[in-house]
């Protein structure tokens, strides 16, 4: 029963955007993201969206550049840091585009 408490309770984790961003830029550092076709993954900014189940915005410059093997590996990134073992994790890809248009939106 204290195992599953445990679990509750990191679901409800809180990530500030400067250490999320911090452990993608070291993880990036450690080990690169592949090319594909000359063009490399670029992660300009990563914060969390919800609370309950945590889940990570990444705005990228192309969201088809993220393989599956290197979105495993910046998911245990983030789990090794904050603690989520036995939680779901979602990372959740947003263009550059998308986040410059909603911000012109707003204005």
């Known amino acids: ?60 410059n192309d969201t088809g550049l993220l393989h599956f093997s290197y979105r495993r590996y910046l998911e245990k990134k983030v789990r090794e840091r904050f603690g989520l073992s036995g939680n779901p994790l979602k990372l959740v890809l947003r263009s550059e585009e998308s986040r410059r248009s909603r911000a012109r939106a707003a204005k």
């Not at 408490?5 to 993608?24: A, C």
Request: no cysteine.
């Open 1 to 60: 029963m204290p195992a599953a408490l445990e679990v509750v309770g990191q679901r409800r984790i809180k990530m500030p955007p400067n250490e999320l961003n911090r452990v993608l830029r070291e993880a990036f550092l450690e080990h690169p993201p592949p090319s594909f076709k000359g063009r490399r993954l670029k992660v300009t900014y990563a914060t969390q969206s919800s609370d309950e189940s945590p889940t990570v915005v990444l705005f990228v």
